[in-house]
């Protein structure tokens, strides 16, 4: 039973993976200009870090206002 297993096993695995080769990646985009269409630049995310961080910031503040004050009162 262990041998049918193996055997059953290493076919399976053989098949499936000849069936899963990755596909050949697009082509590249032409050069800038050369469509007509002009890409933007970058995004800058510097503002939507600080927010991010300040948001997360505020949240923790809550959440050890919170815990001291569950503290205090026990």
């Avoid at 800038?32 to 939507?48: D, K, L, M, R, V």
Wanted: hydrophobic letters at 35%; proline letters at 9%.
């Amino acid at each position: 039973m262990k041998k049918i297993s193996l055997i059953l096993a290493t076919v399976l695995g053989l098949t499936i993976s000849s069936a899963t080769f990755a596909q050949a990646p697009p082509p590249p985009p032409p050069a800038h200009g050369e469509t007509g269409n002009q890409n933007g630049g970058n995004a800058p995310i510097g503002s939507g870090l600080f927010i991010l961080i300040g948001l997360g910031a505020a949240y923790g503040g809550k959440k050890l206002y919170d815990h001291r004050k569950e503290n205090l009162e026990e």
